[in-house]
């Protein structure tokens, strides 16, 4: 079990550090072996659990998470799919999490869902953000959702005037942090 290169490269080495060497090899991979187990799939949105019910619903069954009723719908807009998954993550412990990655999909879940707020990335390719927070504000079935519009560190003054004239309600600095977006959403929700 010993393998050449560590023999190679300790050719002095005595019995126990041999059996050392050993054990912290089989321990490494039991390590990794752990870590590499796969996730749970993911479930749909309208199945993710959001509340622990600490005990059985009826006999016999086990406790298992149920959806709130009350999670608040958020849809975020990103060309990135990474930027989604980062806002997504930083978000879905307390919000019901979509995504779209085109202005175009998003006016459409927008119409038909209705969230509760829209975090839209400012510059996107195609049809940009700026321009959907037009049209959702355009429209009388859209205009009262809360946008939180993100821009990068030189969009900042233009995404600032976009906020003023309405076009969205708070305007978030790309990087996006955690602490800066979940305090921009709760204070919207607020409202």
Not at 181 to 191: G, K, S, T, Y
Request: hydrophobic share 50%; aromatic share 2%.
């Amino acid at each position: 079990m010993f393998s050449r290169s560590a023999s190679v490269r300790r050719p002095n080495a005595t019995p126990a550090e041999r059996e050392t060497v050993v054990l912290s090899l089989a321990d490494a991979r039991r390590r990794r072996a752990a870590r590499e187990v796969s996730p749970a799939p993911a479930l749909p949105p309208a199945q993710r659990p959001t509340a622990v019910i600490p005990f059985p619903v009826q006999a016999g069954a086990r406790a298992v998470a149920a959806p709130s009723a009350a999670a608040r719908q958020i849809l975020v807009v990103d060309d990135s799919a990474s930027s989604i998954m980062w806002q997504r993550l930083i978000l879905k412990h307390a919000y019901d999490v979509h995504g779209a990655s085109t202005a175009g999909d998003a006016i459409a879940i927008a119409e038909m869902s209705q969230p509760d707020l829209l975090v839209v990335d400012r510059a996107m390719p195609g049809v940009s953000g700026l321009a959907a927070c037009r049209t959702l504000r355009a429209s009388d079935r859209t205009k009262h959702i809360p946008i939180v519009l993100l821009a990068t560190r030189h969009e900042m003054a233009a995404a600032r005037e976009e906020v003023a004239m309405g076009l969205a309600d708070v305007v978030v600095e790309k990087p996006v942090g955690r602490e800066a977006l979940l305090e921009a959403v709760a204070a919207l929700l607020a409202r």
